[in-house]
Structures are given as structure tokens and as C-alpha cells.
């Protein structure tokens, strides 16, 4: 079975830009989590979706918002771009909300 | 408040046992993961252990708790240098949600 995939592997984008990044569970399970990752740091929680409902939401500004299609997949979407969003986008699925299963991640570049 | 502590950085020579430690803040927390990153790649999840537990063993990886001192270790026994990688523990709060809080990752460097 395919682990969790994430589009596009790399992205590079300009201060003030919009990015949208997606992502896709492993099959059958219904929940997906977002976390960024800045160099030399842990993963800090975005966003938490389960049955296409925002669960939770991490210490990060409006600028930040995602949301869940009915086939489980999820984007995260990014306005207004600074180069303090230059990081490893990372996301997670669960079956419910429980164990965590990480994809590869959307690494972005801000200039 | 949530602070997961983790060492920089840990060196071992291949066949050695390697021990990395992590201290966590929620004594809510119900699990506590290891995941391991390898360069420019996502999280590996190794292993986890329930807060009712003080230790899991899973073939080379043996997870210790200690909720008391809200410590967590893990130790590869046997390193080998495909084990280099980044390992980080990670606490799941109980918010309603099931957040993980990340500590900023230990860097394993095992040389031959």
C-alpha cells in the first residue's frame, strides 16, 4: 500500500506569493495533519482535519488555512508569503486521530 | 506549557548500544512516539509507548518511561551507520485533538 504523498516536492515562491500544497493519506484513513518544519528544528502542528472538519489549529497566523476533501486528500494553503515560511511542509495521516504516519514533505523556498 | 528536551547531538562507533534522551512537560500525555528523519526526508515512525507502560522492546529499539521524571530514552542496540539519522520524541497533548509536540531532535552520527 502507498504511504502517505505530498505535492510538489520542492517550491520555490516570492515574498507576498500564495502557495497551496496537497496532500494525500494512506488509504483508509480518515484524518490529516500539517506541520512545519524549519531547518534545525522539530516539526511545529499547523492544522488537524478528521471527516473533512477542522479538529485543530496550532499557534500559526490567519495567513495559514487548509481544508479536507471527501476523499480524504487535504491542502494547505499559505497567503501572503514571508521568508519566515521558507520550511519543510510535512503531513500526517491517521486512521482516526491516532498514530501519525508522515509523508516525504513539500520543501519551500521563499525569496 | 509544552517543551520537549532533547541532546543536540550523540556519536557512537558501529555495534555500540546508543541511548537518546528525551524530557517532556504534559504529564497528560497518553503516548510518546519516536520518529526518526533522514536527510531531506520525512518522519520514520520507530516505535511509541503508552503512558501506562515503562518500557517497550521492539527487536533492536527498547523505549524506557519514566513518567515520574517525565523522561523518555530509547535505546538501538547493535548501531549500525544506517541508523544515522535525526530522532526526535514527540508527546501527544490531550486538546481534544491529538496534537504532537516535537522536541528539537537528537542527531545519531555512527562511524564505522
Known amino acids: 500500500d502507498a504511504g502517505v504523498t505530498q505535492s510538489p516536492t520542492h517550491l520555490i515562491k516570492t515574498r507576498g506569493q500564495q502557495v497551496t500544497l496537497r496532500c494525500s493519506p494512506i488509504?483508509?484513513?480518515?484524518?490529516v495533519s500539517w506541520y512545519q518544519q524549519v531547518l534545525g528544528q522539530g516539526p511545529q502542528f499547523i492544522f488537524q482535519?478528521?471527516?473533512?472538519?477542522?479538529?485543530g489549529r496550532g499557534n500559526f497566523p490567519d495567513r495559514f488555512s487548509a481544508r479536507q476533501f471527501p476523499n480524504y486528500s487535504s491542502e494547505l494553503n499559505v497567503n501572503a508569503l514571508l521568508l519566515g515560511d521558507s520550511a519543510l511542509y510535512l503531513c500526517?495521516?491517521?486512521?482516526?486521530?491516532?498514530?501519525?504516519?508522515f509523508g516525504p514533505g513539500t520543501r519551500l523556498t521563499v525569496l | 506549557g509544552e517543551d520537549v528536551e532533547q541532546s543536540l547531538f550523540l556519536s557512537v562507533r558501529e555495534g555500540d548500544s546508543s541511548v537518546i534522551n528525551c524530557t517532556y512537560t504534559?504529564?497528560?500525555?497518553?503516548?510518546l512516539y519516536w520518529y526518526k528523519q533522514e536527510p531531506g526526508a520525512g518522519l520514520q515512525l520507530l516505535t511509541y509507548?503508552?503512558?501506562?507502560?515503562d518500557m517497550k522492546q521492539d527487536q533492536r529499539l527498547t523505549v524506557l518511561l519514566n513518567k515520574k521524571d517525565k523522561h523518555l530514552s530509547l535505546r538501538i542496540a547493535d548501531t549500525q551507520t544506517g541508523d544515522s539519522a535525526i530522532y526526535f520524541c514527540?508527546?501527544?497533548?490531550?486538546?481534544?485533538?491529538?496534537?504532537?509536540?516535537f522536541g528539537t531532535g537528537t542527531r545519531l552520527l555512527v562511524s564505522p
Open positions: 504534559d504529564s497528560s500525555s497518553t503516548y
Open positions: 488509504s483508509g484513513h480518515k484524518s
Open positions: 514527540a508527546e501527544r497533548e490531550n486538546t481534544g485533538f491529538q496534537k504532537l509536540v
Open positions: 482535519y478528521y471527516e473533512k472538519e477542522e479538529r
Open positions: 509507548i503508552f503512558s501506562n507502560m
Open positions: 500526517a495521516s491517521s486512521l482516526r486521530t491516532d498514530t501519525q504516519y
